[in-house]
């Protein structure tokens, strides 16, 4: 089983609203990742979690609240959204955190995404 | 300097060409090397790990040219589920930084 699973698939929220991203990979992976894509651009990195911890936080605004519950599953709070937020947001995770010699550790696997519209 | 740089064509090619992309990355660091396609409003997904020695799958060959820091795809025999964007992603080794290219667009017409 090599699935990252992400819902919802498609979100559209308001700017007073609340809602939650959530991802879940059951392939033993300690690192989990959420990136925001716009179109025709690569994916940007958002956070790094590694083993439960968040490792890596690339100054992403506060109305974007990671969380990690356990080593399987990680969601993203969104709150307070701006238009500009809409994108596509992926979750990824890799086996582990460091290269592990060529062996595969290092390599990502994405989730479907979830498509954001902010309104 | 970005950290990996490729040419975002985009790339039109007939059925049946070959075609190839390059991309170059900036830190001599860098431990391990990846292509990835992704289609319009979809994941990216891993198409080929990248080694020193080159690598093929099918039609697919990939080859790291580590003194010139450059990582190359080439597709033989294009076909028209080709058709994506293919993004050049490197791993510091370090750590989680996965940096990723800006990608290169290619159309297969028919």
């Known amino acids: 089983d090599t699935e990252v699973t992400q819902t919802p698939k498609h979100l559209v929220m308001g700017m007073t609203n609340k809602k939650s991203l959530k991802c879940e990979q059951h392939?033993?992976?300690?690192?989990m990742y959420w990136y925001k894509q716009k179109a025709k651009k690569p994916p940007e990195l958002m956070f790094v979690?590694?083993?439960?911890?968040?490792?890596i936080n690339e100054s992403v605004p506060s109305r974007f609240s990671p969380e990690c519950p356990n080593s399987s599953l990680l969601n993203l709070h969104l709150h307070a959204l701006q238009p500009e937020d809409s994108a596509l947001y992926l979750c990824?995770?890799?086996?582990?955190?460091?290269?592990?010699?060529?062996?595969?550790?290092?390599?990502?696997?994405f989730g479907s995404g979830t498509q954001l519209s902010v309104l | 300097r970005k950290e990996v740089e490729q040419d975002p064509g985009p790339f039109n090619v007939p059925e049946g060409a070959t075609v190839a992309f390059n991309c170059t990355y900036s830190?001599?660091?860098?431990?391990?090397f990846f292509w990835y396609r992704q289609d319009c409003r979809k994941e990216p997904k891993l198409l080929m790990s990248?080694?020193?020695s080159g690598n093929e799958d099918g039609r697919f060959t990939a080859q790291l040219n580590r003194a010139s820091q450059y990582i190359s795809l080439l597709i033989r025999d294009s076909k028209l589920s080709d058709s994506a964007t293919y993004l050049c992603?490197?791993?510091?080794?370090?750590?989680?930084?996965?940096?990723f290219g800006t990608g290169t667009s290619l159309t297969v017409i028919p």
């Open positions: 830190n001599s660091a860098s431990q391990s």
């Open positions: 992603v490197v791993n510091r080794g370090t750590g989680n930084q996965f940096y």
């Open positions: 979690y590694s083993y439960e911890k968040l490792s």
């Open positions: 990824a995770s890799s086996q582990s955190t460091q290269w592990t010699g060529g062996g595969g550790g290092e390599k990502l696997f």
């Open positions: 392939m033993g992976h300690r690192a």
């Open positions: 990248v080694y020193s």
